[in-house]
Nanobody, 114 residues
Framework: QVLLVESGGGWVQPGGSLRLSCVVS????????MDWYRQAPGKRREWVAR???????NYVDSVKGRFTISRDNAKNTVSLQMNSLKPEDTAVYYC????????WGQGTQVTVSS
């Protein structure tokens, strides 16, 4: 089954940057599109970004121009570069294939505050 391991989260002040990584196993990585999601306390899980097998990308409006999704097929890894972070970006961030499997990883906590 697909295994997803997120890392790279932490605390940062508004305007700062973080880079998240997700290592994927249990599937042929280069043949699947990948998504990033996030979930803030008391809210439903929200889709954030997608990268296709061909490298096309798409983002939720609230992060356009600030976040960049990328992939490294040799390392079975999808990344999310997060710049100009805002307090409303605070959430647990998850990766998954597109469409998502029923199994999610532990996620990685991102906290943006002064």
């Amino acid at each position: 089954q697909v295994l997803l391991v997120e890392s790279g989260g932490g605390w940062v002040q508004p305007g700062g940057s973080l880079r998240l990584s997700c290592v994927v196993s249990g599937t042929i990585f280069r043949f699947i599109s990948m998504d990033w999601y996030r979930q803030a306390p008391g809210k439903r899980r929200e889709w954030v970004a997608r990268i296709t097998t061909g490298g096309d990308t798409n983002y939720v409006d609230s992060v356009k121009g600030r976040f960049t999704i990328s992939r490294d097929n040799a390392k079975n890894t999808v990344s999310l570069q997060m710049n100009s972070l805002k307090p409303e970006d605070t959430a647990v961030y998850y990766c998954n294939k597109a469409p998502p499997s029923g199994s999610w990883g532990q996620g990685t906590q991102v906290t943006v505050s002064s």
